[in-house]
């Protein structure tokens, strides 16, 4: 059992170009999530999915779009990349039941240089 | 929005000390308040969390306290070692729609000498 997968590992990419970080899990959670990590800023949401073919922004959505076309894949799709999202980037899946998120398990991340 | 508050920014303590980590929230419907800790180059990983049901949970050297009225939680580790230095994260639940996703604080950066 793998868990949380990403890829690519890292990407050096330049601006304007499209860009997708794919993310899959095995554990059959029906919520899955997409963080960034900034030095000094922590971790701060960009865009969720409770359930398979639903999804929500959360606090940074802008220049960002997801899907969950099925319960394992989330992927998460720069459209025109710009240097500010220079990151790394980190999916992660939950169970929810009966309104309560249980624990949340990261994938290993995906450092994305934006030049 | 939730908005969660994180401090201290680095928090520098002696091998056997103990280290407390506190965090505020601004959302009363947050119900689940994890903790994570986070070594240089991985990734994030679950050490403790509390539910809005229940004012403390005890797991060997790590505690968590939650006082709901005050919109604060805090993080206590006991006996610290050198393998306890890492970054630490709170967070609190947010309740978009029908499920629900998690808001961080910024982290605080635990150093332990020996």
């Known amino acids: 059992i793998a868990g949380i997968t990403q890829a690519p590992t890292s990407q050096i990419l330049a601006a304007g170009r499209r860009m997708t970080l794919r993310c899959t899990q095995d554990?059959?959670?029906?919520?899955m999530y997409w963080y960034r990590q900034d030095l000094g800023l922590g971790l701060r949401l960009i865009h969720y999915s409770n359930t398979a073919g639903t999804t929500g922004k959360g606090e940074v959505p802008d220049g960002y779009s997801v899907s969950r076309a099925n319960t394992d894949d989330f992927p998460l799709t720069l459209a025109s990349a710009v240097p500010s999202q220079t990151s790394v980037y980190f999916c992660?899946?939950?169970?929810?039941?009966?309104?309560?998120?249980?624990?949340?398990?990261f994938g290993p991340g995906t450092r994305l240089t934006v030049l | 929005g939730e908005n969660v508050e994180q401090h201290p920014s680095t928090l520098s303590v002696q091998e056997g000390d103990s280290a407390v980590i506190k965090c505020t929230y601004s959302d009363s419907a947050s119900n689940y308040f994890p903790w994570y800790k986070q070594e240089l180059g991985k990734r994030p990983q679950l050490i403790i969390d509390i539910r809005s049901n229940v004012g403390e949970k005890k797991d060997q050297r790590i505690a968590v306290t939650l006082n709901k009225t005050a919109k604060h939680f805090s993080l206590h580790i006991t006996e610290t070692q050198p393998e306890d230095s890492a970054v630490y994260f709170c967070?609190?639940?947010?309740?978009?729609?029908?499920?629900?996703?998690?808001?961080f604080g910024k982290g605080t950066t635990l150093s332990v000498s020996s």
């Open positions: 992660a899946s939950s169970d929810i039941f009966s309104g309560f998120t249980d624990t949340q398990y």
């Open positions: 554990m059959r959670h029906n919520a």
């Open positions: 967070a609190a639940s947010i309740s978009p729609q029908a499920g629900t996703a998690l808001i």
